[in-house]
């Protein structure tokens, strides 16, 4: 009897839509098949240009029936922009707050699928703003500041009380400035780093 394959859903923003869920199947070999419901922009703030629960990733996500969730979100709810500045959203509290009902809320939906699959979070990759050109230093230095003061202690606040599996690609990509492209986003050889970390944290747990 044929046994069907584990398939990872791979929640995110760019850096997951630009490929790393095809670079994951292929690390992780038979028996596994991935399915790519990232979204360049996404976050899990309301009011932004792109909140990941208005994508049609978010309702791919919701029909996908999976085995195992990979959700790396929050490069995006860095940006000052969105994090200090006016959003229309009709959340009653902070930035923080907020971030963290939705990440709880994205959490909640996908235990609630038929299939039960097992949760990852991602620490989202470091933000090398020495990478980037002109103007968006500047602006890549802000979303540095704020992704590892206020952001990442919030996901991993998330990940501890939800009591999913926490994947440190943050932790383990710090000093690979010379995987970045843009200060944001990554090389081949980068995408393949980060990937091999993902598939090490599934493997292992």
Same mark, same amino acid.
């Given at each position: 009897?044929?046994?069907?394959?584990?398939?990872?859903?791979?929640?995110?923003?760019?850096?997951?839509?630009?490929?790393?869920?095809?670079?994951?199947?292929?690390?992780?070999?038979?028996?596994?098949?991935?399915?790519?419901?990232? /979204? !360049?922009?996404?976050?899990?703030?309301?009011?932004?240009?792109?909140?990941?629960?208005?994508?049609? +990733? &978010? @309702?791919? =996500?919701?029909?996908?029936?999976?085995?195992?969730?990979?959700?790396?979100?929050?490069?995006?709810?860095?940006?000052?922009?969105?994090? /200090? !500045?006016?959003?229309?959203?009709?959340?009653?509290?902070?930035?923080?707050?907020?971030?963290?009902? +939705? &990440? @709880?809320? =994205?959490?909640?939906?996908?235990?609630?699928?038929?299939?039960?699959?097992?949760?990852?979070?991602?620490?989202?990759?470091?933000?090398?703003?020495?990478?980037?050109?002109?103007?968006?230093?500047?602006?890549?230095?802000?979303?540095?500041?704020?992704?590892?003061?206020?952001?990442?202690?919030?996901?991993?606040?998330?990940?501890?009380?939800?009591?999913?599996?926490?994947?440190?690609?943050?932790?383990?990509?710090?000093?690979?400035?010379?995987?970045?492209?843009?200060?944001?986003?990554?090389?081949?050889?980068?995408?393949?780093?980060?990937?091999?970390?993902?598939?090490?944290?599934?493997?292992?747990?």
């Amino acid at each position: 009897m044929m046994v069907s394959a584990q398939k990872v859903v791979c929640v995110g923003d760019s850096n997951t839509q630009r490929g790393y869920p095809a670079m994951l199947e292929k690390q992780l070999g038979e028996g596994w098949e991935t399915l790519n419901c990232g /979204k !360049g922009g996404a976050t899990l703030l309301s009011g932004t240009r792109t909140p990941y629960f208005g994508t049609h +990733q &978010y @309702q791919a =996500l919701l029909k996908s029936e999976p085995d195992v969730v990979v959700i790396m979100l929050g490069t995006n709810d860095a940006n000052p922009l969105w994090w /200090k !500045g006016k959003r229309a959203t009709q959340f009653v509290g902070s930035s923080a707050e907020e971030l963290i009902s +939705q &990440y @709880q809320k =994205l959490i909640g939906e996908v235990r609630s699928l038929a299939t039960k699959p097992k949760v990852y979070v991602v620490t989202p990759p470091p933000v090398f703003p020495d990478r980037a050109k002109g103007e968006k230093v500047t602006m890549r230095a802000a979303r540095k500041e704020l992704l590892e003061t206020e952001v990442l202690p919030l996901i991993r606040k998330v990940a501890r009380e939800e009591e999913v599996i926490l994947i440190d690609v943050h932790g383990r990509m710090l000093g690979q400035e010379q995987l970045s492209s843009d200060g944001v986003h990554f090389t081949k050889k980068g995408y393949e780093l980060l990937t091999s970390i993902i598939k090490e944290g599934l493997l292992q747990r």
